[in-house]
Structures are given as C-alpha cells and as structure tokens.
C-alpha cells in the first residue's frame, strides 16, 4: 500500500488538536490551537462561536500540514473525532443554520422542532464529515440516545416509528450512520485547499471523544479502567453488551464496533477548574513561575506536593458548573484557615476531582460487581505527577500514564489503520500504537487518610451543603 502516515484530528471543547504518526503510533507533527470562548446568551445556552469548530479544524490541519516533512502521498488517511453530545443544526448546503450547541447547552438534549431553514440535524462529526468530503455521513458510535433515535443494539437508527416520533426528527434530516473504522468519504477539492490535505485522502469514522480516547488509551479488555482528564472528566471501563436499565453509569457505544463502554458520572468544567485558579492567581504569578523554568501547574505543585493528604483540612466540591435542572448547586471550598496557601487551594481541587469522581467509579463498580486491578489516566491533567500520585494514593492500585497522552488523535489514527487495512483488527493496531509510559504505586498509608476523608466528611458533604446553597441561590439568584 506504501502507507507510512495517518492524521489524528481531536477537535474538543476548548482546543482542536492534529497529530500526525507513523505506522507504529510515533508522532512526528503535533499541533494545537485553543478555541474561541464559548458564548453564553442566557442561563443554559452555551454555544460555540460562528463556525468555530471548522474554522479550527482548517487551521490547525493547515499547520499540520505546513510542519509534515514527509510525503503527503503516503498518508493512509484522516481519523475524524469532534467533541461529542454537540448539536448542530445544518442548512441544504451544509452550511450551519444556527451556531453549534455545546455538550453544556440544555436545548442541545431538547426535543427537535422542525424549521424549514434547517435540513439536517446531527452531531460535530456528521457535519465536519459534510465539511470535508460532501457526503452526508457521520459515525453511529457518535449518535447519543439522549439526543438521537439510535438504536443502541443495532448501531443504526431505530426502526420503531413511536421511537422517531419520542424525538420528532423526520429521518430525512439524519445523516447515514457507519461504523468506526470505515471511510465516510474523501477529502474534496475544496476541502483541501482549505486545510491542506491531499484531495482523495480517506476519512475514516470514529466515534464520541470519550470513546475514541479509550481506545487511545488501550482501554480495549475487561480488569482495566480509565479516567478521562479533559473538559469533562469521567471514568470508563470496557464493556461486552448494552445494558440500558443501570442506576450508576451510563452505556455508551465502544470505538470498537458492536462493543460498549460503561461510564460512571462525571464532572463537568472538570480540569478547567484548574484554568479557573490559574486564571485567578493572574499574570504576575505566571511571570514568577517562568522566571524560574516551571509551567503554573508544576510551580503550584513543587509546594503542593510536600502538603499532606487533605490539604490540612481544606475541601473542594468541584462544581463550578450546575446541571441546568439544579442551578442551585455551585463549587465549594471549606475549611480555610490561616496556614492555606495557594498550593493547598491547588491541592484541594485535585483532591475534590480525584474523590468526587472515586465516588462515581466506586457506584459503578458496585453495580457491575468488579474491581479493576489498574487505571489508566488519559488528558492533559495526566501530566501532573502529583495529581497522578493523588490518584494511585485514592484509589488504591496504579495509575498508568501512556506516552501519548493525547489518546484522542491516537484512537482516530487507529480507525484509519483498521479502514486501510494497516492493521487487522483494533485490538491488534491498539497493541501496536499504545505504549505505556509510567506507573504510579499506591502509597497505603496515603489511602488510608483518603478512605478516612470520603468515609467521614466528603460523601456527605454535597447533600449536606445543598440546603445553604439553594439558600443563597434564591436570595443572590445566579448573579
């Protein structure tokens, strides 16, 4: 075939990415660019600015391509993944009818009310598909039952009438669903001259970003589970069938067709809670960071690592971003003395999303009645040895870091080297691209303190603040 090349696209909530790797999932161009800032008209409505996801997507392909010392000849293709649980509403020609709902926007989960304007509802894959090649394609593994009338057995969209009728799309304003792995179409003339990829290159179907990052991952058998650091955090596990009846996690469609991945309950805004500090700690505080060689987060964790488990007495609930149906709900730090710092408020949200989330898992686990015996932590927050220390302490085995940890552009490289025929399988193209970079051991004593935290204080302390919070909620509204 005379493929040495295959692009990775991770378009997300805050940054779109494009890696390019050779055939052994080495990466040899790494480009990134942040997205605009999301506009929030109203409570509840979050949407992406204008056409900013393609816009993006042209921008950081060009300068992926622009970097590429190899032949362009030789790139098997283009693995597509957006962010998922978007909703976009597109005109006959493609173009949008309205800007892109984000994952954060209640009408995005609405009921569709048919417009004349609009001739095509789907979610950011269907449409950047549309963008690059002109075919009205998009992933099934992309296509959210909570939004779509997908049948989640069939990977198509459901052949019961009363189902269409639950969500009121006419099924002529769908796309046609494929399965991960295969080509949708290919890069058009247009579409090259726009992003820099050679016409006729092959897009392949992925699947939702949380997906395509446990395959990115290796997350591919049962024993093992992830922890998706990004934008939303959330932990998965793999998974053999569609359990549709669960109290304690949700069944999502695996990037491996006809397979699934089970997942607990997340965090939302989740490492932007750490942009939030940041951002407070203001431009005087990085300035003094760089001046001694260190990005913000490993300047604040130098001191934060010597701070004992518990931050002394100082508790995050990382909420900063109240689902649309509890606007009440908000973040809370509790227990500031004189001896905090900013590395113990640093601390104290690593903590909070670590144990919040431990909690989710550990409500899965329970119901699935399993207990992996490692997790792999994927997404930028992967990069803190402290927070991937914090986790191995919480939950008690090791946490893996992979040496990509961008695993989304991974996975989509994936897809493209099972569509060409690189590799025969996803299994055996995951064992060949994923490579495991470190392992952190639990501390024991460390997990005690932690187990000693969640059991007597943290577990209950969400329930028992609600009542001062909805309080304050109706006195200050959502000023």
């Not at 597509?80 to 649980?85: E, F, K, P, Y």
């Not at 890069?187 to 992925?206: L, M, N």
Request: aromatic share 8%.
């Amino acid at each position: 075939m005379g493929y040495k090349y295959i692009i990775g696209v991770d378009n997300g909530s805050q940054s779109t990415k494009v890696m390019i790797f050779n055939l052994d999932g080495e990466p040899v161009v790494s480009v990134s660019e942040p997205l605009s800032p999301m506009i929030y008209r109203k409570s509840g409505y979050v949407e992406h600015p204008d056409d900013d996801l393609w816009d993006s997507i042209k921008s950081v392909l060009k300068k992926a391509m622009s970097e590429f010392r190899g032949d362009a000849s030789e790139i098997a293709g283009l693995g597509l993944c957006t962010i998922r649980c978007c909703r976009v509403f597109m005109k006959k020609d493609g173009t949008l009818a309205d800007p892109v709902m984000s994952w954060m926007d209640i009408r995005a989960y609405e009921k569709y009310e048919d417009r004349g304007d609009v001739a095509y509802t789907c979610p950011t894959t269907g449409y950047i598909t549309h963008r690059l090649t002109g075919e009205l394609k998009d992933t099934a593994a992309n296509a959210f039952q909570w939004q779509f009338p997908v049948d989640m057995d069939t990977w198509q969209w459901s052949a019961d009438k009363e189902v269409f009728s639950e969500y009121n799309i006419p099924a002529e304003k769908l796309l046609t669903l494929q399965m991960p792995g295969t080509i949708l179409g290919y890069v058009t003339d247009k579409a090259a001259g726009e992003t820099g990829v050679p016409a006729g290159t092959a897009v392949v179907a992925t699947a939702s970003d949380k997906a395509v990052e446990a395959l990115g991952s290796g997350l591919t058998e049962s024993g093992t589970a992830l922890i998706s650091l990004g934008t939303y955090i959330a932990s998965m596990v793999h998974a053999a069938e569609n359990r549709p009846a669960t109290a304690s996690y949700y069944t999502n469609f695996s990037c491996i067709p006809n397979e699934y991945l089970y997942e607990s309950g997340g965090i939302r805004r989740g490492m932007s809670h750490v942009t939030w500090l940041k951002e407070l700690l203001g431009s005087e505080y990085a300035a003094a960071a760089e001046r001694e060689g260190y990005s913000v987060e490993d300047y604040l964790a130098k001191d934060a690592a010597n701070i004992s488990p518990g931050s002394d007495g100082l508790i995050t609930i990382p909420d900063w971003l109240a689902p649309a149906d509890q606007l009440y709900r908000k973040g809370v730090m509790i227990g500031f003395r004189e001896l905090h710092t900013k590395a113990h408020m640093f601390r104290s949200i690593l903590e909070g999303i670590a144990m919040t989330l431990k909690n989710h898992y550990d409500a899965m686990l329970a119901e699935l009645e399993i207990r992996p015996e490692k997790i792999i932590v994927s997404g930028g927050g992967s990069n803190s040895d402290l927070f991937m220390q914090i986790i191995a302490d919480m939950y008690g085995v090791p946490a893996v870091r992979n040496k990509i940890n961008g695993a989304v552009a991974l996975g989509s490289a994936i897809c493209v080297a099972v569509a060409t025929g690189i590799c025969g399988s996803f299994r055996e193209a995951a064992s060949r691209m994923v490579r495991k970079r470190d392992e952190f051991s639990p501390d024991p004593g460390n997990h005690r303190i932690y187990d000693k935290i969640n059991e007597g204080v943290y577990k209950d302390l969400a329930a028992l603040m609600a009542p001062a919070l909805k309080k304050a909620y109706d006195a200050c509204g959502d000023a």
